[in-house]
């Protein structure tokens, strides 16, 4: 059996799908902080580095730089807001050379300059600083030193030091990903949010990304086609095992650090996803379609309309055939038809 062919054939009949692409972009927009939101993160985030720049020069003599890093970059744009109505941004802290002191001592430094900016204060992570804004964002703050010569830094890590790993080379790999629709971004986005819902600890938001990245199914206007596809494709690649490698260095398993028990019940909500994708397409009526992406996406997600949204766009679409062709005709009751009423002149104007 010729393998291949299974990733060319395609089972569903789109002619009978209930076309929801509509309902994923207002979502979209829903789950995405609003340029306001984003520019008042701003503003706190320049206010923390104000303390952060001048502890480490207070510290070390050094003159740090910064730079949007993850989800928040804009090279990446997956910036999810939660159902609790929060968000995080990374915002690396980039000292020019190594250090005289241990990685760990940096992160403290960090911590001591922002840990009473807020009411709700910040935790020293393994991998960063995070400050917390309460009912609003989280900011985390990862250190680095750079190399001269060497296009890789190292990130500062609680209890191992400092380790190769440069955000930069992660982000590049994903640009190198993207369609010009920006459709993989949105499915990334859209799996964060199903990911953030389950009540267990599940994979990283990068390691989404990645999963998504190298399985990505691109449908034209067609984002819920787009994401079943996707979903199909990553449960087969995780089928055997639950793991993530990064295509970039330090080459580490993002999925490392969860249980086994955490990887199985991903699995079987992963399965639950792909199953439940897949009645929602084949379901006609718009309305029932839309309630079954929420029981995963959540009640943000849009309510589609009681109807059968294809068979409207087809009877559409065969009304403009009829009108271009000067074959329409006009009945008493204002209906585009081929056989009944005055003729109906050509025109373009045969929209909603």
Same mark, same amino acid.
Request: hydrophobic residues 30%; glycine residues 4%.
């Given at each position: 059996m010729n393998i291949f062919l299974c990733h060319t054939i395609k089972p569903l009949n789109i002619n009978t799908m209930a076309n929801c692409n509509k309902l994923f972009? !207002?979502?979209? %927009?829903? =789950?995405? @902080?609003?340029?306001?939101?984003?520019? %008042?993160?701003?503003?706190?985030?320049?206010?923390?580095?104000k303390k952060i720049t001048a502890k480490l020069k207070e510290k070390l003599d050094m003159t740090v730089s910064y730079y949007t890093q993850g989800s928040g970059a804009k090279d990446m744009k997956t =910036?999810?807001?939660? *159902?609790d109505g929060t968000y995080d941004a990374d915002r690396g802290v980039f000292l020019p050379k190594? @250090? !005289?002191?241990?990685? *760990?001592?940096i992160q403290k430094y960090i911590y001591d300059?922002? %840990?009473?900016?807020?009411? !709700?204060?910040?935790?020293h992570r393994k991998k960063c600083i995070r400050v917390f804004y309460k009912s609003a964002y989280n900011i985390d703050f990862p250190a680095y030193y750079e190399v001269k010569g060497e296009d890789y830094a190292y990130m500062a890590v609680k209890g191992d030091g400092w380790i190769k790993d440069d955000p930069w080379h992660m982000i590049k790999w994903l640009e190198n990903h993207k369609d010009s629709n920006g459709q993989l971004i949105r499915i990334i986005k859209y799996l964060k949010v199903w990911a953030s819902k389950c009540n267990f600890k599940t994979p990283s938001g990068i390691a989404l990304a990645v999963w998504a990245a190298n399985n990505f199914s691109e449908e034209k206007d067609r984002d819920d086609e787009s994401l079943y596809e996707t979903l199909k494709n990553i449960k087969a690649e995780i089928s055997w095992s639950v793991s993530c490698d990064s295509p970039v260095e330090p080459f580490d398993d993002f999925t490392s650090k969860l249980s086994q028990d955490q990887k199985d019940k991903f699995k079987n909500e992963l399965n639950k996803f792909v199953d439940d994708a897949k009645d929602a397409l084949d379901e006609k009526n718009q309305l029932a379609s839309s309630k079954i992406w929420r029981k995963h996406l959540g009640n943000r997600f849009p309510l589609g309309v009681d109807e059968d949204i294809d068979a409207k766009e087809r009877a559409l679409m065969l009304s403009a055939?009829?009108?271009?062709?000067?074959?329409?005709?006009? !009945? *008493?009751?204002?209906?585009i038809n081929t056989s009944i009423g005055v003729d109906h002149k050509p025109h373009r104007n045969y929209g909603s």
């Open positions: 972009l !207002d979502y979209n %927009k829903v =789950i995405t @902080p609003s340029n306001d939101e984003m520019q %008042k993160m701003k503003t706190s985030r320049e206010a923390l580095e =910036i999810i807001i939660k *159902e190594k @250090p !005289d002191v241990t990685a *760990e001592t300059a922002v %840990k009473d900016h807020t009411s !709700d204060g910040a935790e055939t009829q009108v271009l062709s000067n074959s329409a005709f006009l !009945d *008493e009751s204002g209906r």
